[in-house]
C-alpha cells in the first residue's frame, strides 16, 4: 500500500433545506476523511450518519438544496489533481455563528452548472459509484449489457461498439453472472437483486476508476446473496486492488472488506482508524457510540440463552436540530461527572489516542 | 434481439382492432339514435317551401330506397357500411366516403399542422426549468401557457384575422383586400397557428411533461446514468419524454378536432369540420354518420399509437402480455 492520497475531504458540509420545517437538515456537518491510494475505506454509521450524502457530495450528485456549501474535497489520480469543490466559495454565502453554519445562501443552478464542468472527466471515469437498491438504481428500458457497454464507451478508450460489447461480456463474467450471453439481453427486472447488484459492480468497474466508492452494496438483498456479494466484492479486490471507500451500517461488512474505518454520527466522522483498532479492539478503546455498535452485534451467547439483543438507547441524532455540544451525549452511556460538563457544552476536537486511530470524544482527554 | 418487441406489438395491435370495432359500432349506433329522436329531417328540409304532402313525402323517402322502421334504417347503413359504402349526401347526391376523405385531409393537414404548433411551443416551456433550474423566465413563461390556454379559440381566429388580414394585409382572402406582399401561399399557416395556440392543450402538455421529466430526473437510475457519465437526457428520455408526450398527444386529439371544427368555420377552411357544420344544418344523415365514423377513427388511431409505442418502450410492457 502507497502512502498516496487518492481522496481528502475537508470540513465538507452538505445541508438541505427541509421547508415544510423551516429549518436545516445539516446531514454533513464538518466530514474529514482520507483515501490511500489501494486501500479500502469502511465508513460505518447508522441511517442517517450523513454517510451517504458524503458520498453524493464527493460524486457532485447531491439534488436537494442548497446542497454543499462549504468545504474541499481533493482528488489526486493519474497526474490529475483537483479539488472538486474549486471556486464553491463564490456561489455560497454563509453566516457562521460560534463557528457553526447558521445561514445559507446559494446559487444552486450556478454551481449546478460548474459542478458539471469540474466533473466532467471525472465521474464515471475517475471514480465511480455502486448504488444501493441495484433493481431501481438500472435503467428498466435498457438491457443491462447495453448499460454496461455504455460504461465502457464512456469511459475508456474502447469506442468501437463490438468491441465495447466484448469488454461488458468480460464485466459480466468477472462478477460471476451465469452465462453472460443470455443475461447481456436482459432487462433489469428480469434479474434478481443479488444479479442486479452484480451487474451494478461490473458497470462501475467497467470504467476502470482510480476511486470506487460503493454505497452499502448489500442494502436490501437477502441475508445468503449480502455474502456472495460480499465475498465478489473480496475477490474483485484481491484482483484489481481498487481503491474503494465502502460504505455499510453493517460492521460484518466493513470489518471482513476495509482497511481502515471511518465511524460517522450525525454527520461527522466520531472516530477513525484501522480495522482492527476500531472493531476488534482488545483494551476497549472506542469511541462510546462505536462501542455501543459492537455491542450491537449478537453473538453465540444471545441465540443460546435468547438473551436480548442490544440497542443503542434512543434515536438517531434530529440532524435539523443538533444540540451544541457532543452529538452523541444524549444517547451516551460512558459519560460521567468529569466530562458531563465538557460533554453537554462543547463539541471535542478529533484526538489521535494512538497512531492512525483517531477519536472525537472528552474520555480521552485529560482535562 | 432488436425484434423482440415484435410480437408484442402485433398483440396491442390487434387488441386495439378488436377494441375499435366495437367502439365504432356503439358510436354509430349512439349518433344515429340521437340523430333519430332529433327534430327536423333531411327531406323536409329538402323540400321546404314547396308545399308538399305527407304523401309526396312518403313517395320520395320510397323513390329514395329509406327503409321505414328505424332500425332497419340502421341495418341497411350498417350493413353498407362494413361493405365501404358509407351511402350518398341527401343534400349533394355525392357519395360519402370520397367526399369525406377529400376533405379529412385538409383536416389532418390542420391538427397535425396544430398539434405540431403546440408541441413546439410548450415543450421547450416545460423542459427549460428541469435544464437550466429555475430561472426567472420560468414564471412568466408558464403563465403565457396557462393564459393562452384558456383563450377561446373562435376569438383568437378572429384576432389573428383581425391583425394579418385587416391590419397587416399580409392575405388578401377576406374583405377583398388584394395583398401588398407575397405571403398568399402561406395563408394556410394561420388556421394551424391559431388551433395549434388555441387548442387549450398547451399548458395540459406543459404541465405533464414537467411533472414526468422532473419526477423521472429524480429516479435513482438516472442518477446512476450521471454517476457513470452519461447523460441523464437521454436515460430519462423514454419514461419522461417519448411516454408523456405520446399520451397527452393521444388524449387531446378529441379536443383538437372540435377545435378543428370552430376554426375551419373561422378560416373558410374546407375540411371535415365545415362539412360535418353543413351536415347537421342539412340533416345530412349519411354524411353525419360518415364523420362521425371517420372522427371516432381518428381518436382511435391516436390510442393505438399511444399503446404501440409505450408497448414498444417499456419492456415491462411486453413482457406482461407474453405471460
Known sequence: MSETIILRIENLHTFFYARSKQAFVRAVEGVDLEIMQGETLGVLGESGSGKTITALSVMGLVSTEPGVISGKIEFSSKGLQQNLLQDLDQYVQHQRKNGRIMAVQKDCGGWQRKTERLMGDIRGKEIAMIFQNPQSSLNPFVTVGKQITEAVQLNTEIKNSREAQQRALHWLERVKIDSPRLRYHNHPYGLSGGMCQRVMIAMALAAEPSLLIADEPTTGLDATIQAKVVELLMELKAVLNTTTMLISHDMEVIGRLSDRVAVMYGGRVMESGSVQEILRSKDGSNHPYTTALLGCIPEEKHIKDKITLQAIEGDVIDTMNIPGGCRFYPRCNQKNDRINQSCKEHEPALKEISPGHWVRCWLYYDE | ?323
Open chain 2, 1 to 323: 434481439m432488436r425484434l423482440s418487441f415484435v410480437r408484442p406489438v402485433a398483440q396491442q395491435l390487434f387488441r386495439e382492432l378488436a377494441l375499435t370495432a366495437l367502439l365504432l359500432l356503439g358510436v354509430s349506433f349512439v349518433v344515429f339514435l340521437v340523430l333519430y329522436f332529433s327534430p327536423g329531417d333531411p327531406f323536409s328540409l329538402l323540400l321546404e317551401g314547396q308545399m308538399v304532402t305527407a304523401e309526396t313525402q312518403q313517395q320520395l323517402r320510397m323513390a329514395l330506397g329509406v327503409p321505414e322502421h328505424w332500425y332497419s334504417q340502421y341495418l341497411f347503413w350498417l350493413g353498407n357500411m362494413v361493405q365501404g359504402n358509407f351511402g350518398t349526401s341527401i343534400r349533394s347526391g355525392l357519395p360519402v366516403l370520397p367526399e369525406i376523405i377529400r376533405v379529412g385531409i385538409n383536416t389532418l393537414y390542420l391538427t397535425v399542422g396544430s398539434m405540431v404548433v403546440t408541441l413546439l411551443i410548450a415543450v421547450p416551456i416545460a423542459l427549460s426549468p428541469a435544464q437550466r433550474g429555475e430561472t426567472p423566465l420560468n414564471w412568466p413563461f408558464t403563465m403565457f401557457a396557462y393564459l393562452v390556454s384558456a383563450l377561446p379559440v373562435f376569438w383568437l381566429g378572429y384576432v389573428f384575422i383581425y391583425i394579418f388580414i385587416h391590419q397587416f394585409k399580409l392575405f388578401p382572402i377576406l374583405y377583398g383586400y388584394s395583398s401588398e406582399r407575397e405571403l398568399t401561399p402561406l395563408f394556410f399557416l394561420l388556421p394551424i397557428l391559431v388551433l395549434g395556440v388555441g387548442n387549450g392543450t398547451i399548458s395540459e402538455v406543459v404541465r405533464h411533461l414537467r411533472d414526468e421529466m422532473s419526477r423521472v430526473l429524480q429516479e435513482d437510475y438516472v442518477r446512476t446514468a450521471r454517476a457513470k457519465g452519461a447523460s441523464a437526457w437521454r436515460h430519462a428520455f423514454k419514461e419522461g419524454f417519448l411516454i408523456p408526450i405520446t399520451e397527452i398527444v393521444a388524449a387531446k386529439i378529441p379536443f383538437i378536432l372540435g377545435g378543428a371544427v370552430v376554426v375551419e368555420q373561422v378560416f373558410n377552411w374546407p375540411g371535415m369540420g365545415r362539412l360535418a357544420w353543413q351536415a347537421a344544418l342539412d340533416r345530412d344523415y349519411p354524411v353525419i354518420m360518415g364523420i362521425a365514423v371517420v372522427a371516432a377513427l381518428f381518436v382511435r388511431f391516436g390510442t393505438l399509437t399511444q399503446r404501440v409505442v409505450y408497448v414498444m418502450v417499456n419492456p415491462r410492457a411486453s413482457q406482461e402480455r407474453e405471460r
